[in-house]
């Protein structure tokens, strides 16, 4: 059964440009979840996708934005990159559809911006 | 706005002995988990607790939850090297939704 994965595992990136993140979630799970969790820190919600719409969305800028396909996958692009978006970014899994609420999280992204 | 707060935030024990970390959350929560995190590593699930008095255990680890005081607990029981991880606790709020993080504690167990 696989898990949660993620693509790419690392990225360097430089201030200004945009990067796309991808995420496929576990087998028969509808719901996807990204977290940016910045060094030393817990993780932070940025949004959720169900059924190919952001159902919610954290305290994070627009320059962050999403998008669920309907094979459930989901990207995560964030745009005009700032020192600060450097971090750990971490997809997580449910399957709401069936009122099963666990989020299981996949490796991450390991996002560096110079 | 909620808080979910965490303490300690760095907690160094000997093999073989006991401790609790204590996670308190500012408003009703529908569930709440407990998870695992290695250096450089994703995050993995240790408990979820449903209910107020639920109380799981899992080898030296055991976690309970008291929705009334909003004050949820992991307990460590002879602990060991392998413990040796950042434990976070999340509050889901709303069904499912966001996952609200406390700050982590930091747990280096030595011989």
Redesign the interface.
Known sequence: DAGVTQSPTHLIKTRGQQVTLRCSPKSGHDTVSWYQQALGQGPQFIFQYYEEEERQRGNFPDRFSGHQFPNYSSELNVNALLLGDSALYLCASSNQGRGSYEQYFGPGTRLTVT | ELK?EQNPLFLSMQEGKNYTIYCNYSTTS??L?W?RQDPG?????LF?LLSNGAVKQEGRLMASLDTKARLSTLHITAAVHDLSATY?C?V?I???????????TSLLVTP
């Open positions: 979910v529908d569930r988990y998870y590593k994703s995050l993995e699930s979820v976070f999340a889901d709303d069904s499912g939704y966001a996952l609200n993080f406390g700050k982590g």
